[in-house]
């Protein structure tokens, strides 16, 4: 009985746990299928739950939810989450140079750079 | 007739024992060990105009999970694009080396979708997919990995979903797809090793650096003893 409870629990648990990713690649859908502003917002949303935790953050996600802002016009809010990627995941320099490039404006671009 | 039984029994174990990976599938693997991937777009070799979305929504969780750094999958497309590179036949003909230069990509992923026959139109019960996995060395343009099994999946058909079709069976196809293709890339990606952020790396990479060497030492008592078989 005592098993059949705890079997019962950890299956629970792994449920509620094992439900982000895929709700991570649901959202991730819902922008390779109606990309704009509605599905940007939820998926830089739900990356929010990770990017809160340093220690815990997967890596690339930090850089997604960077883009995602930076797309909606939060480039402050986007160069912090850039520089997080960069201080947890430093192969990633080199694309997350890329990334400011394509969504960060010229100026705001050059000033980060000019500071090393 | 005690020794014929033991005769099939060692026959049955051998057989057991070859349906493990070949000792040479994973020496490129090992060698290059790669760190970070470039998931390339999928190339769609079937009519399904859902298929490759839902292949592309799917495939970088369960890697990241395996231990792998991936690239973002949808804003690499954007930097990719910003730099000429466009999805068909322009991505195939790209070296490998120009991801290592442009990302610092140290492996990428080639996904073909050559069939995806779902059994029922409307509920998606199940798939049957085949694709081919290729993970290739950017350095080198070595295949560290590739997987190009058939497989079929079923999906989680329950009451609730069998609803959810009723009340939106557009919404509803759309969850389906992206659960087949996810269960898809899981079932594929079960047979490539664990990445180095992965716990798990180390032990995998004992355990084959183990195998590998037990298979060069019979490899080396048979050729000095080539009558002893």
């Known amino acids: ?116 | 007739m005690r020794q014929l039984a033991l005769a099939l029994f060692v026959v049955i174990l051998a057989c057991a024992c070859t349906a493990t990976p070949a000792v040479d599938d994973y020496a490129a693997f090992y060698e290059h060990q790669p760190r970070t991937i470039l998931v390339l777009p999928v190339r769609n070799e079937t009519t399904s105009a859902e298929a490759p979305g839902a292949f592309q929504s799917t495939i970088a969780s369960p890697l990241i999970q395996r231990g792998y750094y991936i690239f973002p999958v949808l804003p690499t497309l954007d930097v990719m694009r910003a730099e000429g590179i466009f999805e068909g036949e322009e991505l195939v003909g790209t070296p490998p080396a120009r991801f290592k230069e442009l990302l610092g990509a140290d492996a990428v992923l080639y996904i073909t979708l050559h069939t995806w026959d779902t059994s029922y139109a409307v509920l998606a019960s199940g798939v049957t997919v085949a694709m081919t996995y290729q993970l290739v060395d950017t350095s080198t343009g070595a295949t560290l990995w590739k997987d190009d099994a058939k497989r079929t999946i079923q999906s989680q058909a329950s009451g609730s979903l069998l609803a959810m079709a009723i009340n939106a069976a557009i919404t509803a196809m759309s969850t389906q797809y992206v659960y087949l293709a996810r269960e898809a890339n899981i079932a594929a990606l079960a047979s490539l090793p664990a990445g180095q952020m992965n716990r798990n790396f180390e032990t995998e990479r004992t355990r084959y650096l183990d195998v590998a060497a037990r298979a060069a030492a019979r490899k080396a008592n048979k050729q000095s003893d080539p009558d002893n078989e």
């Open chain 1, 1 to 116: 009985m005592r098993v059949a409870i705890l079997s019962a629990l950890a299956v629970l648990t792994t449920a509620c746990v094992s439900q982000r990713w895929p709700n991570y690649d649901a959202s991730l859908y819902a922008i390779s299928t109606e990309p704009g502003a509605p599905a940007y917002e939820a998926h830089a949303k739900l990356l929010e739950a990770w990017s809160g935790d340093e220690g815990g953050l997967p890596p690339g996600l930090a850089a997604e939810e960077g883009f995602y802002v930076g797309l909606l016009g939060r480039f402050d809010q986007a160069q912090v989450l850039f520089d997080l990627e960069v201080k947890r995941y430093p192969e990633s320099a080199a694309f997350v140079a890329a990334l400011r490039e394509l969504v960060i404006p010229h100026e705001a671009s050059a000033a980060v750079k000019a500071t090393p």
